[in-house]
């Protein structure tokens, strides 16, 4: 991926994501309205390696009472003093992996994903790093590695599968993807369905 596709691709999610001062009313397109949800935030961090995008996932420590080991996106519940749900993501992102809001430039919002288990609604922060990743410092009682994954992987429909699961008298699609020794799933799979299928690459 050269600098011209990466600037294409850029150019596209500022275009298509959701601005990021509308936080308000936004729901999770399958569930509907949730009132009662818990609110949280993440960051999708797309930075350039190699001549081509990447983006930042972690794995969680699996010492964590819930999601343990698994892959996700840094952040976590939106707090009372944070200003919005920007916010909250660049707080998290700093806190768990050290990285500085200074090195990050939010390029707009996906739809927010309902995590059924948990009763959060996710909203995510879709942000592009100009000078990388920088030094991070991780939160070692929550975060075991930061995982650089290229957007073309990603993207690569081999990688990719769905299954169909039941829950109550709903069935709901679950993406998973298997990228080398991870299996990104659940709402991250479903948030980095959501990402690849706005770029038109899913």
């Known amino acids: 991926m050269d600098s011209y596709t990466i600037a294409k691709v850029l150019a596209a999610l500022r275009q298509r994501l959701i601005p990021s001062q509308q936080t308000e009313k936004l729901h999770d397109i399958v569930e509907g309205p949730l009132p009662n949800a818990r609110e949280a935030a993440v960051l999708l961090a797309l930075f350039e390696s190699n001549a081509e995008l990447h983006l930042a996932f972690i794995r969680r420590a699996s010492t964590l009472r819930s999601h343990s080991g698994e892959i996700a996106f840094p952040g976590g519940g939106i707090d009372s003093s944070d200003a919005s749900p920007v916010t909250a993501a660049l707080r998290e992102a700093y806190e768990e992996i050290g990285?500085?809001?200074?090195?990050?430039?939010?390029?707009?919002?996906?739809?927010?994903v309902f995590t059924i288990v948990s009763n959060y609604l996710i909203l995510p922060v879709v942000a592009y790093l100009p000078l990388g990743l920088g030094t991070l410092q991780l939160q070692q009682s929550e975060v075991t590695e930061v995982i650089q994954a290229p957007l073309r992987a990603l993207a690569d429909p081999?990688?990719?599968?769905?299954?169909?699961?039941?829950?109550?008298?709903?069935?709901?699609?679950?993406?998973?993807?298997?990228?080398?020794?991870?299996?990104i799933w659940g709402a991250t799979g479903r948030i980095l369905y959501t990402l690849l299928q706005t770029l038109e690459l899913a």
Request: aromatic residues 18%.
């Open 99 to 112: 990285l500085h809001p200074s090195r990050v430039e939010v390029l707009g919002l996906l739809p927010p």
């Open 158 to 183: 081999a990688i990719t599968y769905t299954k169909q699961w039941l829950r109550g008298t709903v069935t709901r699609t679950i993406y998973f993807y298997d990228y080398g020794p991870y299996c």
